[in-house]
């Protein structure tokens, strides 16, 4: 059996590995038992390194480094380039995500992004954009031992 392969943008890889957000952790938990698969891209790391420099985290280079580790332990990269036939993102800089999400051949892309969200009613797409709290509704249904 194939595990479930999702993307998760870097607000919600932030809740996961920096703030230890409660709501996600149904989310990690699934990553880290192998219930579900990430993928990351060079450009979606890329942003992840980025934020994570910023002053407001408070996070030295080396604390940087180790989070940026973890996250591609728990979501390998792999080639993203733009896909043509996808729908545009209101917000230019989400569309790496979707693209991602194309490749990877995921089932999920999790966001907290309103731009993305708002792509999910559209149904021209090959996989779900859910909030992190239907995500995690979704990994905690993922988990139970009769799913």
């Known amino acids: 059996m194939t595990k479930p392969v999702w993307?998760?943008?870097?607000?919600?890889?932030?809740?996961?590995?920096?703030?230890?957000?409660?709501?996600?952790?149904?989310?990690?938990?699934?990553?880290?038992?192998?219930?579900?698969e990430c993928r990351a891209s060079a450009a979606t790391l890329e942003e992840l390194q980025r934020v994570l420099g910023y002053p407001e985290f408070g996070l030295t280079l080396p604390s940087q480094q180790a989070l940026l580790a973890r996250y591609r332990a728990l979501a390998p990269c792999i080639e993203a380039p733009p896909v043509v036939d996808l729908p545009h993102c209101r917000d230019a800089d989400d569309q790496k995500f979707l693209d991602?999400?194309?490749?990877?051949g995921a089932r999920v892309l999790v966001s907290k992004d309103r731009a993305l969200l708002k792509l999910a009613g559209r149904g021209r797409l090959p996989f779900r954009i859910l909030s992190p709290q239907h995500a995690a509704e979704r990994a905690r249904a993922a988990q139970r031992p009769d799913a």
């Open 7 to 36: 993307v998760l943008d870097t607000n919600v890889v932030l809740d996961l590995l920096h703030f230890a957000d409660p709501r996600a952790l149904p989310i990690r938990h699934a990553l880290e038992t192998g219930r579900i």
């Open 100 to 104: 991602l999400a194309v490749h990877a």
